[in-house]
């Protein structure tokens, strides 16, 4: 790697980036009898109502670049959490994946030697990208003593002035931990004192209720960014479509940075149709309570509670 270095003239920040491949190689190809449960999908695929006559509607937009800024998507976004908060399509930033919306949150958040606090486990791209930009991460561990559950008071108490970040996926990634929007306030108020912004991830949301998202505080809150993703419930991971979700003064900045026409044309179009079928999602979550149940119970699995 030092080669390469001197070589190339590569940024030294590469060297506190480590891989955040769960395989111990991460070159590995994975055998045929090994079931990859890393990426979180829906294993039900997409609603059904996204036929193939559907999808091959959207083959003349092939040729056309994305209607940017995306205003048909950014209503039809506030159109579905209408119900928990009365949005603005200038609150709505459409990104190429929930990734891509964390990448542009850290370009414009943080430089060498700031600071972000995160929980520890999390999401751990969102970390390596952050160590990328050159942050120095502030990590409020999970403890064996607590039943490996997560501490509001820690993590209020570990929030300090030099974060510009703080960093909450919601559901957490790896442990799947929900924390209720009451504690999410608690966490705001105290972050919004020492002017962070916070970050609540909610790439995995749409497996809980809509209700649970952090949307609802974005009225309440200035410093509250929300990424959401339809990668996993809604499946539609291999078309790389997400958003965020913030106060209306930071769209100019965020769209900035994002750069133009950052969603695919195909995308797009399909948003819209995935959104108007909110049913998909309901009877998703029931199934997969229902296998999961099973499975531990197979299993003789004893949870915490």
Do not use: W
């Amino acid at each position: 790697m030092e080669e390469q270095f001197m070589k190339y003239r590569i940024s030294r920040v590469l060297e506190q980036v480590q891989s955040g491949s769960y395989l111990k190689d991460e070159g590995a190809v994975l055998a045929d009898d090994v079931i990859d449960c890393s990426l979180g999908v829906n294993p039900y695929g997409v609603t059904p109502t996204l036929t193939k006559e559907v999808y091959l509607e959207t083959f003349g937009d092939l040729s056309r670049y994305p209607d940017y800024p995306y205003g048909t998507d950014c209503r039809k976004i506030c159109e579905y959490f209408s119900d928990l908060a009365a949005l603005s399509p200038r609150q709505i930033s459409m990104q190429s994946g929930s990734m891509s919306a964390l990448c542009t949150i850290n370009y414009i958040f943080l430089e060498e030697n700031t600071h972000v606090l995160i929980p520890e486990p999390c999401f751990s791209s969102y970390v390596s990208h952050a160590r990328l930009c050159g942050a120095v991460i502030d990590a409020v561990p999970l403890s064996e003593t607590e039943r490996f559950a997560f501490s509001p008071e820690r993590y209020i108490e570990a929030l300090h002035p030099s974060q510009r970040l703080a960093y909450l996926d919601n559901p957490n990634n790896p442990t799947g931990q929900y924390i209720d929007l009451g504690t999410l306030r608690r966490i705001l108020t105290a972050a919004e004192e020492k002017n962070i912004v916070v970050i609540v991830d909610e790439a995995y949301g749409d497996f809980l209720d809509k209700r649970c998202s952090a949307v609802s505080l974005i009225p309440e809150f200035d410093n509250l960014l929300v990424v959401r993703s339809f990668s996993k419930a809604f499946g539609l991971g291999g078309l790389r479509a997400g958003y965020i979700v913030m106060p209306e003064d930071l769209i100019s900045v965020i769209n900035k940075n994002s750069g133009e026409m950052n969603l695919n044309s195909v995308a797009s179009r399909l948003v819209p149709h995935v959104l108007a079928h909110p049913e998909f999602l309901e009877e998703s979550r029931t199934r997969i309570r229902t296998n999961k149940n099973e499975l531990i119970r197979s299993c003789g699995i004893y949870r915490y509670r």
